[in-house]
């Protein structure tokens, strides 16, 4: 069975049933498929007669919160300032959705999209859904989930960094070159999506800041990030970014990894709370922690010194930073370090 990862169309449907549920003690099903009504993915004849049907959100969750929600959830709250609960339903959707898109034969991480959601939320029987789709002569089976186009995300934003193989973008490409060359990055801004996708670790990991191990699990979200959507790298890019291949190589589990770092300042009960900032001061998880800007900085160094820049170089540093933070967070996950270190100093880029 696959690893199976919320697509970005599933975060988009999340955040919109979110601002749907304004006012409500949880966000219901009925407030995803309005938020699928409004992204155009189902007919909007499926909401008739919405307000005259009982709610599932009348009594809160009562259950712990599934370990593989636990993050998104995070992260909605996080982007959106506002606490996140989520009905018991609508977790069983997701988990289904999981479920279903992980069944294949697979060798890597899969992606769940709106579809696998939508379907395990239509077919859900005792929700607010199920009477919608009753009183409406509506079957599960009879109502069309279309796709949800997302504007803004980490995949687009590769894209457009002219870094994706197949994807070429001349003047963004020579424009990106010149920026990033000015900034000290080699010439590609695959450094900035990978501190973003490490920040994005420590908002679903419930972490005030970006820390060494969450740059550690931004390559590896990278990685798992290619995979399930089909995309590589640009060939000339791939000798200084190959680190995912070789932790996967050495043993590194994505997975098991993310479950051994201490998680952070989110309450794990219901409801999800990110405690707030100082009056007047937002949050702000792109703030490394001082093991993050220790090794950033020497990557830094060695990009000044002529290597470019990337997720092996990155890799090898956090390694070698004098906490020993990742070095021991993977031996105890189970990987082979010294293998590990022995690879990435076998080709230097």
Same mark, same amino acid.
Do not use: W, Y
């Given at each position: 069975m696959s690893r199976a990862l919320l697509g970005y169309d599933v975060l988009d449907v999340l955040r919109q049933a979110h601002r749907r549920s304004a006012g409500e003690p949880a966000i219901g099903t009925e407030h995803v498929l309005a938020a699928l009504?409004?992204? &155009?993915?189902?007919?909007?004849?499926?909401?008739?007669?919405?307000?005259? $049907?009982?709610?599932? $959100?009348?009594?809160?969750?009562? %259950?712990?919160?599934?370990? *593989?929600?636990?993050?998104?959830?995070? @992260?909605?709250?996080?982007?959106?300032?506002?606490?996140?609960?989520?009905?018991?339903?609508?977790?069983?959707?997701? #988990?289904? &959705?999981?479920?279903?898109?992980?069944?294949?034969?697979?060798?890597?991480? $899969? #992606?769940?999209? !709106?579809?696998?959601?939508?379907?395990? +939320?239509?077919?859900?029987?005792?929700?607010?859904?199920?009477e919608l789709l009753a009183r409406n002569g509506f079957t599960a089976e009879q109502v069309r989930i279309g796709p949800v186009p997302v504007d803004k995300s980490a995949l687009t934003l590769l894209a457009e960094s002219n870094v994706l193989a197949g994807r070429d973008h001349p003047v963004k490409g020579a424009l990106t070159n010149l920026f990033t060359r000015a900034l000290g990055l080699g010439g590609s801004l695959l450094p900035l999506h990978l501190r973003a996708l490490a920040g994005t670790q420590a908002v679903r990991g419930g972490r005030d800041a970006t820390t060494a191990a969450d740059l550690l699990l931004g390559v590896l979200a990278l990685?798992?990030? +290619?995979? &399930?959507?089909?995309?590589?790298?640009?060939?000339?890019?791939?000798?200084?970014?190959?680190?995912?291949?070789?932790? =996967?190589?050495?043993?590194?589990?994505?997975?098991? #990894? %993310?479950? +051994? !770092?201490?998680?952070?300042? !989110?309450?794990?009960? =219901?409801?999800?709370?990110?405690?707030?900032?100082?009056?007047?001061? @937002?949050?702000?998880?792109? =703030? +490394?922690?001082?093991?993050? @800007?220790?090794?950033? *900085?020497? !990557? %830094?160094?060695?990009?000044?010194?002529g290597e470019q820049a990337g997720t092996r170089a990155l890799v090898r540093e956090l390694l070698d930073d004098e906490g020993g933070e990742v070095a021991k967070l993977l031996a105890r996950q189970g990987a082979d370090v010294e293998r590990l270190r022995a690879e990435l100093a076998g080709t230097r880029a």
């Open positions: 009504v409004d992204k &155009a993915a189902v007919p909007a004849e499926v909401l008739r007669g919405v307000s005259e $049907v009982g709610s599932t $959100v009348d009594e809160p969750p009562v %259950r712990a919160p599934a370990p *593989e929600v636990v993050g998104v959830v995070r @992260e909605i709250a996080h982007r959106q300032r506002r606490a996140v609960v989520l009905s018991d339903a609508v977790e069983d959707a997701l #988990l289904d &959705a999981l479920r279903d898109a992980g069944e294949g034969d697979g060798d890597g991480p $899969v #992606l769940v999209t !709106v579809e696998h959601f939508g379907r395990a +939320l239509l077919r859900l029987s005792g929700t607010r859904v199920a990685d798992e990030l +290619l995979h &399930a959507h089909g995309e590589a790298l640009k060939p000339e890019l791939l000798p200084a970014n190959d680190a995912g291949t070789v932790l =996967r190589s050495c043993g590194a589990d994505a997975h098991a #990894l %993310r479950a +051994l !770092v201490p998680s952070g300042r !989110v309450f794990m009960g =219901r409801p999800f709370l990110v405690t707030p900032a100082a009056p007047g001061e @937002e949050e702000d998880v792109t =703030r +490394l922690s001082p093991a993050a @800007e220790r090794v950033m *900085e020497a !990557v %830094r160094q060695r990009v000044s010194d």
